[in-house]
């Protein structure tokens, strides 16, 4: 995992068999701006030789703040590094905790009904109307069906997938069950639950993951965990939580100047440093979760317990009775 402090980039105009390409590769460096140029002119140059000898190569590095390119690190504003865990500013102007093995899991409550119920909701839709058409003799009733079928399916399965959560006590009861099941097959870990304004997150504080394990994936993915996180955990090599408020939950427009990908033009510093202290005033005496309980084993491991540390001062989790956002 890597979040520097300083970016660079090179480009290059090369025509290939005829073909003109513009190649462009992002550097970067925690030491300087030249040594951020210097990688960025050699990621270039590996990135031209790919072309001459295959004829083709991805031809630029995306500028996002997150989840960019392969093998290009998180954009962000670095605002604090404890060891190796690095406070950034994400794109739309909160903090976000990176670690690189003490692994967050992060459970939201937005869900869809699965594929399968709506297939299943639409074959009944179908096997009715042929019922009603054998019995009335009308074909055009099986015709209708067929189409009623393909209509109605997904919003048939809504309905059943939220009867069903209702039954079962709602989706945030649905969520805290799976987190518990989750408990009782790991038994050795030691989990600490935290309600979000969407969902929950779940801190392991018994050892250290790798972000890109099978046994890592396997884990988040009993906890329900959001599949964007796991991927994002997978292409950025690092665990990640939101530690500030969201801007608009409280009031404030996302960062400005816009696009927040940094790092920013000198000219709209300014602009920016004045959003970030509206921003800190609005998000004072704010949560960004609370802590619920704990789950599993006792054990503690001492990077986790850091992280948890710092994780739970930064989100005043454990001051429960402020609002969260």
């Not at 790991?186 to 600490?192: A, E, F, K, Q």
């Amino acid at each position: 995992m890597i979040v520097p402090y300083y970016w660079s980039q090179s480009k290059v105009k090369k025509v290939v068999n005829g073909q003109q390409f513009t190649v462009m590769r992002f550097g970067w460096s925690d030491e300087s701006e030249e040594a951020a140029k210097q990688l960025a002119d050699s990621r270039l140059a590996e990135a031209i030789q790919t072309l001459e000898s295959e004829g083709d190569v991805r031809r630029i590095d995306r500028k996002v703040s997150y989840n960019g390119s392969e093998g290009v690190p998180i954009r962000e504003e670095v605002i604090e590094k404890i060891d190796d865990i690095v406070i950034s500013r994400n794109a739309y102007g909160a903090l976000c905790l990176n670690t690189p093995d003490v692994l967050f899991a992060d459970i939201d409550f937005d869900q869809e009904a699965a594929f399968s119920t709506i297939v299943i909701s639409g074959i009944l839709v179908l096997l009715m109307s042929i019922l009603t058409a054998v019995i009335t003799g009308y074909v055009w009733i099986f015709i209708l069906g067929l189409f009623l079928s393909l209509l109605f399916a997904s919003p048939l399965a809504t309905l059943f997938f939220n009867l069903k959560l209702k039954l079962t006590g709602g989706v945030e009861k649905s969520r805290l069950q799976a987190i518990e099941k989750a408990s009782a097959a790991y038994p050795t870990l030691h989990m600490r639950v935290y309600r979000t304004p969407n969902g929950f997150r779940v801190l392991i504080m018994n050892d250290t993951f790798s972000p890109t394990s099978e046994e890592t994936v396997q884990l988040l993915k009993s906890l329900n965990s959001d599949s964007v996180y796991i991927q994002m955990c997978k292409n950025q090599k690092c665990f990640r939580a939101r530690i500030s408020p969201k801007p608009w939950r409280i009031g404030v427009e996302r960062l400005k100047p816009r696009p927040g990908i940094w790092p920013i033009k000198p000219e709209k510093l300014a602009e920016r440093e004045r959003w970030v202290r509206s921003y800190e005033h609005r998000s004072r005496n704010i949560a960004s979760c609370h802590f619920v309980m704990s789950l599993g084993s006792d054990d503690v491991h001492q990077k986790a317990e850091r992280v948890q540390q710092i994780h739970d001062e930064k989100c005043l989790a454990m001051k429960t009775d402020l609002p969260l956002a």
